[in-house]
Nanobody, 113 residues
């Protein structure tokens, strides 16, 4: 079982990034997926979630209107499009397979000028 996140990096405020999380070893299409983020100073924070079919989405208040979660069940991949990034979005971002409680290793996003 693996969840492998990618797409993180250093970006200036106001710019965009797209994170990807590729799943293997389980039936991806059976599980809702979520993105969380964490910094050393804060508890893990819910960022976004999507239903198993992609029909329903939900977002944390701090990212509503800026981030978009999507998935491609043919590619076993969930995405997080992050626009209008702010320094406070700096964190390690993790994907989570809700039905199985599987977690990826995380990808660092740093927003700084």
């Amino acid at each position: 079982v693996q969840l492998v996140e990618s797409g993180g990096g250093l970006v200036q405020p106001g710019r965009s990034l797209r994170l990807s999380c590729v799943a293997s070893g389980f039936t991806f299409s059976w599980s809702g997926m979520r993105w969380y983020r964490q910094t050393p100073e804060k508890e893990r924070e819910f960022v976004a979630g999507i239903g198993s079919s992609g029909a329903g989405t939900d977002y944390g208040d701090s990212v509503k209107g800026r981030f978009t979660i999507s998935r491609d069940n043919n590619k076993n991949t969930v995405y997080l499009q992050m626009n209008s990034l702010k320094p406070e979005d700096t964190a390690v971002y993790y994907c989570n397979a809700v039905a199985y409680n599987y977690w990826g290793q995380g990808t660092q996003v740093t927003v700084s000028s």
